[in-house]
């Protein structure tokens, strides 16, 4: 069983950067898709960035040239810098990992509240 991590997330002024990261255990092998997701009070989780098996990057509109996922396999993490950042930003953030054989776990979310 795959555990997710998250952290980095909490109150940033509009404009402003936060980086979140979201740690594996134990270390995961193989092919896999990991990516952040957002929900947002009374609303559906939407998918904001996924790196995906084979190498290619999704992003939410809504992000894009805002948002950077990346992935360090070394340290068996992945990462959400985000810069810019819009009061409509304000959700608890996610982490998911999809595993070639259909194997999926999520992290518990981590808040990020854009407010001045």
């Known amino acids: 069983q795959v555990r997710l991590a998250e952290s980095g997330g909490g109150l940033v002024q509009p404009g402003g950067s936060l980086r979140l990261a979201c740690a594996a255990s134990?270390?995961?092998?193989?092919?896999?898709?990991i990516g952040w997701y957002r929900q947002a009070p009374g609303k559906q989780r939407d998918l904001v960035a996924r790196a995906n098996i084979g190498g290619t990057i999704n992003y939410a509109d809504f992000v894009k040239d805002r948002f950077t996922i990346s992935r360090d396999n070394a340290k068996n993490t992945c990462y959400l810098q985000m810069n810019s950042l819009k009061p409509e930003d304000t959700a608890v953030y996610y982490c998911?990992?999809?595993?070639?054989?259909?194997?999926?776990?999520w992290g518990q979310g981590t808040q990020v509240t854009v407010s001045s």
């Open positions: 134990p270390r995961i092998f193989g092919d896999y898709a």
């Open positions: 998911n990992v999809v595993f070639a054989s259909g194997y999926s776990s």
